[in-house]
């Protein structure tokens, strides 16, 4: 279901708000349009909002970084390490129980990747090396014709 269409200064008025990192919650407010809404533009316009996490003060965005380097598979296990020694602490309430198996999950998922990745760029050195091989039978082929 369609609802009113958004004017120029509203969706100008959202785009300010995202840059000024409010939370969904205050733009929706502002602007007298339901979360959904606002959540919804901001997703085709390619915007990040500010969500307020249920239960915590802490806030997230839709993004996740990217980082310019892969981790090492000892970067990744350090953090599984750290996962493990906190998941032994006594007395963790359910959120963070279900963090800490997050961290695991991903923490193994990465290596798995990590594996494939490697073999991939293993399996590109061996295709770019049979590349050069064959162009130096091609042209020695070509000068014996000649």
């Known amino acids: 279901m369609k609802g009113k269409p958004w ?15 409010q939370p969904l919650e205050s733009i929706a407010e502002e602007l007298g349009k339901s979360k959904g809404a606002i959540a919804q533009k901001a997703r085709r316009l390619g915007l990040e909002v500010v969500v307020r996490l249920r239960r915590s003060k802490k ?6 970084e990217i980082p310019a380097e892969l ?11 750290g996962a493990l020694k906190t998941a ?5 309430d359910r959120v963070e129980v279900q963090r800490l ?9 990465y290596k798995e990747l990590l594996a494939d990745y490697v073999d ?4 590109e050195a ?9 162009a130096k039978l ?3 082929a070509k000068r014996e014709k000649a």
Request: hydrophobic share 40%.
């Open 7 to 21: 004017s120029a200064e509203e969706v100008k008025k959202l785009r300010e708000l995202v840059k000024a990192k």
């Open 59 to 64: 806030t997230t965005t839709s993004t996740i």
């Open 71 to 81: 981790p090492t598979v000892e970067e990744a296990l350090k953090i599984l390490a």
């Open 88 to 92: 032994a602490n006594p007395g963790l």
């Open 101 to 109: 198996q997050t961290v695991a999950t991903l923490a193994r998922t």
């Open 120 to 123: 991939y760029r293993g399996i």
């Open 126 to 134: 061996k295709l770019v090396e049979l590349e050069v091989k064959y």
């Open 138 to 140: 091609a042209r020695k």
